[in-house]
Nanobody, 119 residues
Framework: EVQLVESGGGLVQPGGSLRLSCAAS????????MNWVRQAPGKGLEWVST????????FYAASLKGRFTISRDNAKNTLSLRMNSLKSEDTAVYYC????????????WGKGTLVTVSS
């Protein structure tokens, strides 16, 4: 059974930093690209970032302007997202999602971790 469990969310002040983690199990982690997707209160899903199976390439939403860094540790089956210079508009539930592999879709999602940026 595929499981993705996010952690690391919480309350942070504007300008602060946070690191999210996603523990993956139930599949061969290093066979797949992985993603972070977020959903702000009252809004739809927004793709945040993707990392290829070996971490060799990373992709980010243009709106993030270099503030976020995605990484993975294939030895530990863990995906991470480092978020710096956080803004109130970064407030959202952040989801870890496994790439489907056959196309650009995502087939398994975690339950998410809430990040609240507020003073």
């Amino acid at each position: 059974e595929v499981q993705l469990v996010e952690s690391g969310g919480g309350l942070v002040q504007p300008g602060g930093s946070l690191r999210l983690s996603c523990a993956a199990s139930g599949f061969t982690f290093d066979d797949y690209a992985m993603n972070w997707v977020r959903q702000a209160p009252g809004k739809g899903l927004e793709w945040v970032s993707t990392i290829t199976w070996n971490g060799g390439r990373t992709f980010y939403a243009a709106s993030l302007k270099g503030r976020f860094t995605i990484s993975r540790d294939n030895a530990k089956n863990t995906l991470s997202l480092r978020m710096n210079s956080l803004k109130s508009e970064d407030t959202a539930v952040y989801y870890c999602a496994k790439a489907r592999g056959s196309d650009d879709g995502m087939d398994y999602w975690g339950k998410g971790t809430l990040v609240t940026v507020s003073s």
